[in-house]
């Protein structure tokens, strides 16, 4: 079975600046997707980036970029020039392709971006 | 804008009620799923339908009972509900072809509260 870990329950950053949210999983799978998804107070989760397990370029978009280390199956997300907007719950999600689909989440850490 | 819509947005139902969620997609999506959400804490996978067809069942207890009439439409009817079942409850959905890129597409929960 994976298993996601995110041993960060609760962070926070000053407006503008660039946090780094940490992600680890297990697996013995050797091809696979890796997502970050956010979920603000308003509460739908929303996808904020995605990675395939055998894509060697780490994933970005926009401000948010991946860390992606297979062999220590780590997952790191950067936020570059925090904003406001990106309070919310973040969870690292794993899912194994051409199977049921059946995507599994980390605990979560709650990123808060004072101002 | 959400493109996969959950009805209602709160429930608020008694021990011995019925009640029925209700989610929608128009994405051509053939993957749908239940999860349930309690606060401060990540997605837990309840069921998945892939082709109209129950794919997965997290040994759910049997008080919450799926149904997918056709591709576009999931429910999740509810009897006989306990307390501890108070959370949010997300729907999402997923393409189900070969090579995709397994991303879920959330809704944006029913509230529910059972008293």
């Known amino acids: 079975a994976q298993t996601v870990t995110q041993s960060q329950p609760e962070m926070s950053v000053q407006e503008a600046e660039t946090v780094t949210l940490s992600c680890t999983y297990d697996?013995?799978?050797?091809?696979?997707?890796l997502f970050w998804y956010k979920q603000p107070p308003s509460r739908q989760m929303i996808l904020v980036i995605r990675?395939?397990?055998?894509?060697?370029q780490n994933a970005t978009e926009n401000r948010f970029s991946v860390n992606f280390q297979k062999a220590a199956k780590s997952f790191s997300l950067k936020i570059s020039d925090s904003q406001l907007g990106d309070t919310a719950m973040y969870f690292c999600?794993?899912?194994?392709?051409?199977?049921?689909?059946?995507?599994?989440f980390g605990a979560g850490t709650r990123l808060t971006v004072k101002p | 804008d959400t493109e996969v819509t959950q009805t209602p947005k709160h429930l608020v139902m008694g021990m011995t009620n019925k009640k029925s969620l209700k989610c929608e997609q128009h994405?051509?999506?053939?993957?749908m799923y239940w999860y349930k959400q309690k606060a401060k804490k990540p997605p837990e996978l309840m069921f998945v339908?892939?082709?109209?067809?129950?794919?997965i069942n997290e040994s759910v207890p049997s008080r919450f009972s799926p149904e997918c009439p056709n591709s576009s439409l999931l429910n999740l009817h509810l009897h006989a509900l306990q307390p501890e079942d108070s959370a949010l409850y997300l729907c999402?959905?997923?393409?189900?072809?070969?090579?995709?890129?397994?991303?879920?597409?959330f809704g944006e929960g029913s509230r529910l509260t059972v008293l």
């Open positions: 697996t013995s799978e050797s091809n696979y997707y």
């Open positions: 994405m051509g999506h053939r993957a």
């Open positions: 999600a794993f899912m194994k392709p051409g199977g049921l689909n059946d995507m599994r």
């Open positions: 339908y892939s082709y109209e067809k129950l794919s």
């Open positions: 990675q395939e397990a055998y894509k060697q």
């Open positions: 999402a959905s997923s393409h189900r072809l070969a090579g995709a890129s397994g991303e879920l597409f």
